[in-house]
């Protein structure tokens, strides 16, 4: 028996350090879209272990992820694409034909930020109900595309019959997708996928120009970065919260008798339970809670101690959207975090009321 290991195998430090690195990217990358979601509403986390932001940082790296297979392979094999296909034609109309080729994968890229637009919203987002049909037909499409006309090579087989329909189709999806689909967050997304496609053709475009992987790695950071903090602000809360996306989660509080009075003058407070609050996020100490003041409109968060609360009384989602239902309602009861030197506001181990708050509870509200 051999128990020598092949040369091209990778060994188990390498495998092993490969999937610490890639948790580790994720992780950053959940920490930058949460905080990046909390200063869109003017206020922060910084806590650097949170389990919430390993969920952030996975749904951030398959948005990306399904961007970068669509559509970012495009751009990386467009010009070598572009050059294979002018030269199946030659002759007069090889000049035409040229241009044709550089608006087929144009229309390719084009369409790729469509579809991948339509799979994350269906993935992630709170109201994809809204696009399913349209999500059904573009998959249809690009899995044709992709499995019969791409790799059975019927592109290479009849490029000037394939070429027009194929782009024909695509140009025909782009035009009427806006007249089937009214939801502005998945448009949101696709103009972000678009944005994002102009960004990775300029870094590409920098690297084949000058071939330094300094500083094209510099970029792809500063890409990256800038590229979650939008995606954290956009479309964080758009994301489902069962999912562990940043979707506000309507609750109403049991509050303690002696927070009652300071936390009634920000919230509307009566025999003990608050008016419709939600929860956008939490530390181990506190709340963090979207409110609606009338009286003072420049307050758009709080955050509440969580041993001003005994209790939450958490609101049902209807159809998956914002949307609440009054008559379905559990409670959730607050881990208060131990006081510390006999002082009520500090804590030394980590409490999850708003966690709990974000998942539905069997027990109804009596």
Not at 44 to 54: G, Q, V
Not at 83 to 105: D, M, P, T
Not at 236 to 257: C, E, H, M, S
């Amino acid at each position: 028996m051999n128990d020598e290991t092949p040369k091209n195998s990778p060994s188990i430090s390498t495998v092993t350090q490969a999937v610490g690195l890639a948790g580790l990217v994720i992780y950053a990358l959940g920490f930058i879209v949460v905080n990046s979601h909390l200063a869109g509403n003017g206020t922060y986390s910084f806590e650097a272990f949170r389990e919430k932001y390993l969920a952030a940082g996975l749904i951030t790296a398959i948005a990306f992820g399904i961007f970068w297979f669509l559509v970012g392979r495009k751009i990386y094999h467009g010009p070598s694409d572009v050059k294979h296909l002018s030269e199946i034609i030659q002759g007069k109309w090889s000049s035409l034909w040229r241009k044709f080729c550089y608006f087929h994968v144009m229309t390719e890229c084009f369409f790729g930020s469509l579809v991948g637009a339509a799979w994350a919203a269906q993935l992630f987002f709170v109201d994809r109900e809204k696009i399913r049909p349209i999500v059904f037909a573009l998959s249809i499409i690009f899995l044709f595309d992709y499995l019969v006309l791409s790799r059975r090579g019927i592109y290479k087989k009849y490029p000037a019959i394939a070429l027009p329909i194929a782009s024909a189709v695509y140009v025909g999806f782009l035009l009427l997708t806006p007249f089937l689909v009214a939801n502005l967050s998945f448009w949101a997304l696709f103009y972000f996928y678009q944005i994002n496609l102009v960004v990775l053709a300029v870094i590409l475009g920098i690297w084949n120009e000058f071939r330094n992987i300094k500083f094209t790695i510099f970029w792809i950071v500063i890409y990256v970065f800038s590229g979650a903090s939008t995606f954290g602000v956009l479309f964080y809360d758009k994301i489902r919260a069962d999912l562990g996306g940043g979707q506000p989660i309507p609750v109403r509080l049991i509050v303690t008798k002696e927070a009652a009075p300071p936390i009634a003058k920000l919230l509307e407070v009566r025999d003990g339970i608050s008016g419709t609050v939600h929860v956008i996020g939490e530390t181990d100490t506190e709340l963090i809670l979207k409110i609606a003041n009338v009286e003072q409109p420049d307050v758009k968060t709080l955050r509440i101690n969580k041993n001003a609360v005994s209790g939450i009384v958490q609101l049902e989602f209807v159809n998956s959207s914002s949307k609440v239902d009054s008559a379905e309602s559990s409670i959730k009861p607050v881990q208060k975090p131990p006081p510390l030197n006999d002082q009520p506001g500090t804590s030394s181990q980590p409490a999850n009321a708003a966690d709990s708050a974000g998942q539905k509870g069997n027990e109804k509200s009596r």
